[in-house]
């Protein structure tokens, strides 16, 4: 018996360690015991293993910027620091198409391939607010990818102000230019914990119902979990489950990119954020129980980007990407940066002992590897994000 083996004997894992060397599918209750075990090592050995035979030893990352359009929302979600009321007028913002665009130009300019947009529920804005922002951005930067709107933006557009079915709403979008959904509003999806930390959101039947219908279209998205809050291991579990079976139905989901709840100016401030050994262990079970997912993304916004580098060995092969002005984490009180350079990703996945390559949306790689040291692109600098 190897070292290894009698960790796995000692810790009661040898069954679930034969079926993740034999890429056989975990049940929940033996996602459950993983959330029991103490020894993280043991947790990465096994989701490190499971990222090895996905994606070699590639990890990759995109350039990509960030935009909100508006913080006005007519939800009230107890957990976020983002969104103002309509009649909250301190520290509201609505931006014009002018003005995105302009921001999304100089990006493009820079390197980007990838708009990251979303926003609040805006009761006002038309429905050719949104289509013709996409058609600016598609116009002026013609080869970028629009990744935008969380699912209960889109039943938000479609129920209240274009008044369409889900489908042809999308439909529209995609006219217009849309080329991924976000994962963002899927929290836990429990209705209890829902109730607890979201009211009035869409259900979870109805956040996989838009990503079905967008799937069915032969769209592909994100997908997320907030954890960290109110909800207990079994509710994560049921999380991933009810992604798992979806992903059966569609494979339209690139990736999962789980995320900690942010505790401070929000109604749930007084429950505190999750330890590191809290994240890398959910990241781990997330990679093992996730069979039918090629990619576990670690959000450095959310951990940090020396955590996000450790979690390359806890089954993430993937440091999202350059973003830039994020401002609903940072609103929530996370003291990461609010961008990053291509030089500082490359470098965590150096030291990570990973080759790093840029991909695309879809999480396509859209290089060869580079040696060592060529790892700034054009128009890109090494001190800041974008020139």
């Not at 209705?191 to 769209?219: F, N, Y």
């Not at 890398?280 to 951990?303: E, K, Q, V």
Request: net charge neutral; with cysteine.
């Amino acid at each position: 018996m190897s070292f290894m083996d009698s960790i796995l004997a000692r810790h009661g894992l040898t069954d679930i360690a034969d079926k993740v060397f034999g890429a056989q599918r975990l049940t929940d209750a033996e996602a459950l015991r993983l959330y029991d075990v103490k020894d993280l090592n043991v947790l990465g050995y096994l989701a490190n293993h499971v990222r090895e035979r996905k994606n070699g030893n590639i990890a990759t990352y995109i350039l990509n910027l960030y935009l909100n359009y508006s913080n006005v929302c007519i939800l009230s979600c107890q957990f976020c620091a983002f969104a103002r009321r309509p009649h909250e007028k301190e520290g509201q913002f609505t931006y014009d198409a002018d003005e995105l665009t302009r921001q999304a130009k100089l990006a493009y300019d820079q390197g980007i391939t990838e708009i990251h947009m979303v926003g609040g529920l805006h009761p006002k804005l038309p429905f050719s607010y949104y289509t013709d922002l996409i058609k600016s951005f598609k116009t002026t930067c013609p080869n970028l990818k629009v990744k935008a709107f969380t699912a209960i933006e889109i039943r938000h557009l479609a129920e209240r102000i274009a008044k369409k079915p889900i489908r042809e709403t999308l439909e529209l979008l995609r006219e217009a230019g849309l080329n991924s959904l976000t994962g963002g509003g899927a929290e836990i999806f429990d209705p209890e914990v829902r109730d607890q930390i979201c009211r009035g959101k869409e259900s979870a039947g109805e956040w996989l119902e838009v990503h079905r219908t967008w799937h069915q279209m032969g769209e592909r998205s994100t997908c997320t979990m907030l954890y960290g809050h109110v909800e207990t291991t079994a509710h994560r579990v049921d999380h991933l489950r009810r992604l798992r079976e979806l992903q059966d139905e569609t494979h339209g989901f690139t990736a999962l990119v789980p995320f900690a709840f942010e505790p401070e100016h929000n109604k749930l401030s007084h429950l505190g954020r999750v330890s590191a050994f809290e994240d890398l262990r959910n990241l781990a079970i997330a990679r093992l129980y996730l069979d039918n997912f090629d990619h576990i993304t670690a959000y450095w916004i959310s951990l940090g980007l020396p955590l996000a580098q450790v979690a390359l060995s806890y089954g993430v092969d993937d440091l999202h990407g350059t973003i830039h002005q994020e401002k609903i984490f940072h609103m929530a009180g996370s003291q990461t940066p609010q961008g990053q350079t291509v030089a500082n990703l490359e470098r965590a996945i150096r030291e990570a002992g990973r080759i790093p390559i840029q991909r695309n949306t879809f999480y396509q790689r859209l290089n060869e590897p580079k040696p060592a040291g060529q790892t700034v692109p054009s128009g890109m600098t090494k001190t800041g994000v974008l020139v």
